[in-house]
């Protein structure tokens, strides 16, 4: 199992979503990022890194970090208090969001997260292979 960034779950549930014959769209809010899922002309902002669905698009859930539920539904859900404070902060400038064009939120940077992800697992099987490397036994004096 892999792991991810809130950007890498969002655009997997987009493909489920699609999937399904529904429109996704993903939104950057300044650097967390949701998806906007529309189900029977209602827009859903869904936010798998927190787990926590809002009805009514960008602007309920704004109106939700301002009127405090949105803080007390995260603390319901486990939260702490700082990634609480974080993302109500976020979720205040909901609407001014950013649409990210088409699925991938940067080629470039998809093809850096390959290498590193190729060097994640290549350097330290190259520290383990040569730690168990054949050893040349010196003589005895």
């Known amino acids: 199992m892999g792991v991810g960034l809130c950007s890498d779950a969002a655009i ?19 650097g967390h990022v949701v998806g906007q899922v529309r189900v029977n002309g ?3 902002i869904l936010d798998p890194d927190y787990g926590i669905a809002f009805e ?10 301002r009127d405090g539920s949105l803080a007390a539904r995260l603390r319901d859900l486990g ?10 902060a ?4 909901a609407t001014s969001a950013n649409l990210v ?5 940067s080629p ?13 697992w290549t350097l330290p099987s190259c520290l383990i292979l040569w730690a168990l490397r054949p050893r040349r036994r010196r003589p005895a004096c």
Do not use: K, N, S
């Not at 470039?108 to 590193?116: D, G, N, T």
């Open 108 to 120: 470039r940077l998809a093809h850096l997260e390959h290498l590193l992800d190729i060097a994640a």
């Open 101 to 105: 064009p088409g699925r991938r939120l």
């Open 42 to 44: 209602t827009a859903w």
């Open 12 to 30: 997997v549930l987009g493909e489920l979503a699609i999937q399904a014959g529904l429109e996704y769209e993903i939104f950057d809010l300044r």
């Open 90 to 93: 976020l979720a205040l400038t």
């Open 56 to 65: 009514g698009g960008l602007a309920r859930m704004e109106e939700d970090a």
């Open 79 to 88: 939260h702490g208090e700082t990634p609480v404070d974080a993302y109500v």
